[in-house]
């Protein structure tokens, strides 16, 4: 097998309440190994801030959303918040996966379940816990790109969310950032090197 293909078919997926630092951890990783490829997911959301289509999301309609789900495009899709669809297209993954790289995907905890069933060993899955519901909400207002609105679904969501944690590979508590990374570092080149 040549080095190209060797780790072909591996994924490593992250889940988080929203404001845990999951994009943090994410980019963090993505910069530091060449191996690894984003999974950009398509949404039917608006574009919010510096996103852009085709980096942050595949941007779409809701129609064109459920264009794709009637098209069997998706490995996994879900409404994570109501009338807001994301979904990863099977053609994201076979694109990195023929380009060698380990798939990282930044989805809710119920596609990284449903993920996980699908890919088995072949995946690992990381959940990223923040250290309270506190800081959660005091983080979403620092990032300043929701309204208070917005933020109080966050954090109901996160509640629910954070009871699926025992279904993930690992559990990384966001405290010390620096802490966190040098481990999500760690456990992603162990899972390289076939070591979990
Ligand atoms: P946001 O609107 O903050 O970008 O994302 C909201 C939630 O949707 C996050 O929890 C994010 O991880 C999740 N998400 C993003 N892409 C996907 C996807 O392809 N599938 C699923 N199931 N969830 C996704």
Redesign the pocket.
């Known amino acids: 097998m040549n080095n190209k293909c060797a780790k072909n078919g591996k994924v490593i997926i992250f889940?988080?309440p929203?404001g845990a630092g999951?994009s943090t951890v994410v980019n963090h990783l993505l910069k530091k190994f060449h191996w690894l490829g984003f999974?950009v997911?398509?949404?039917s959301?608006e574009l919010?801030g510096t996103e852009k289509n085709g980096i942050d999301?595949y941007f779409f309609t809701t129609e064109q959303f459920r264009d794709k789900i009637a098209n069997n495009a998706f490995i996994?899709?879900?409404e994570?918040?109501e009338g807001?669809f994301?979904?990863?297209l099977k053609s994201e993954v076979s694109r990195l996966w023929e380009e060698g790289k380990i798939v990282v995907?930044?989805?809710?905890v119920?596609?990284?379940v449903?993920l996980k069933q699908q890919y088995g060993d072949n995946a690992l899955t990381i959940f990223i816990k923040p250290p309270s519901l506190e800081t959660l909400k005091e983080r979403l207002v620092k990032r300043g790109t929701d309204s208070s609105q917005s933020i109080k679904t966050r954090i109901e969501k996160a509640m629910n969310e954070l009871s699926y944690s025992d279904k993930f590979d690992v559990v990384l508590v966001n405290d010390n950032l620096q802490e966190c990374l040098a481990s999500a570092e760690r456990i992603t080149q162990d899972f390289y090197n076939n070591k979990l």
């Open positions: 889940s988080a929203s999951k999974s997911s398509a949404t959301r919010r999301y996994e899709y879900e994570v918040y807001r994301y979904g990863t995907f930044d989805i809710d119920k596609g990284a449903n």
